[in-house]
């Protein structure tokens, strides 16, 4: 199975990929379009940062970054995911035509979010990652009781229990395992090794690994200096390949392009060796 690809569409200031440069309609949207040209399935479009000690913007301005882009890119025929924590975005969202609520908390910043999502059309979904604390203390949570993959599993299988009482149909469930959210690169290195121990829950599962810190640390210069967030790309394209072995549902990437080549590759390949 191929996976799908999320490009990302980061309406914000201080995203630590690409704060900053959509940040009015205009540019976000171009993005998006350009994304969806390049072969993306699925454009989530956020208005907030979820970088490491980010801060939040008000309600307000969340709502007014996102939602003239959401409008824009499904009048422009893509499938629009909205990365936000918030019911009162997640309702904004999906009322412009968005129909995927991307929420980094799984429900867990804001629990009316769930019942926005249970009263929400039937074919609307849902991504709940896994997630312990807002970006300015979730590496005061990095500590596990037992190896990283089996815990995380564990605490996702918990938000699918409050999604199932909140009234949200399995059908609608995708899990991402939260890579870079309350864990350290060593971490996020054995979670990948496992992911498997996430698809055991037996829902849908989305990745995203793109441009992420860890790998920056992986390929340091001798100083000890992270590898700059636009040059980790390779090192990226190996995760995709991994994970398109594992049968992921979905991966969230910032170049798609690049990803899509790669998925392409994996493809054409499977099919001499299968």
Same mark, same amino acid.
């Given at each position: 199975m191929t996976p799908l690809v999320m490009g990302?569409?980061?309406?914000?200031?201080d995203?630590?990929?690409d704060?900053?440069?959509?940040?009015?309609?205009e540019h976000a949207i171009a993005h998006g379009r350009q994304l969806l040209a390049?072969?993306?399935?699925?454009?989530d479009v956020g208005g907030e940062s979820t970088r490491?000690?980010?801060?939040?913007? =008000? !309600?307000?301005?969340?709502?007014?970054?996102? +939602?003239?882009?959401?409008? *824009? =890119? !499904?009048?422009a025929g893509?499938?629009?995911? +909205?990365?936000?924590?918030? *019911?009162? !975005?997640a309702a904004a969202a999906l009322a412009a035509g968005a129909r995927i609520v991307n929420d980094v908390s799984g429900g867990l910043a804001d629990p009316a979010i769930l019942g926005v999502v249970a009263d929400a059309d039937p074919e609307v979904s849902y991504v709940a990652m896994h997630w312990r604390a807002h970006s300015d203390r979730m590496h005061d949570f990095t500590s596990y009781d037992g190896p990283v993959a089996?815990?995380?599993a564990d605490e996702l299988r918990a938000r699918v229990d409050a999604l199932r009482a909140a009234g949200v149909d399995d059908?609608?469930?995708v899990l991402d395992p939260g890579l870079g959210f309350a864990k350290t690169p060593q971490q996020n290195w054995e979670l990948l090794g496992r992911i498997g121990l996430v698809q055991e829950l037996g829902f849908p599962v989305l990745v995203g690994a793109s441009r992420k810190r860890f790998l920056g640390e992986l390929l340091a210069a001798p100083d000890g200096t992270p590898r700059p967030v636009g040059e980790r790309e390779l090192a990226h394209a190996a995760i995709l390949a991994t994970l398109v072995l594992h049968g992921v549902w979905g991966v969230r990437v910032h170049d798609v392009r690049a990803a899509r080549d790669v998925l392409t590759a994996m493809e054409r390949l499977g099919r001499e060796t299968t």
């Open positions: 990302v569409v980061n309406v914000t200031p995203s630590f990929s704060g900053g440069l959509f940040l009015d309609a390049d072969g993306a399935d699925i454009l490491p000690g980010a801060t939040r913007p =008000l !309600v307000e301005e969340e709502l007014g970054r996102v +939602v003239p882009v959401i409008e *824009a =890119l !499904v009048a893509a499938t629009v995911s +909205v990365d936000t924590m918030r *019911a009162e !975005v089996a815990v995380v059908a609608r469930i």
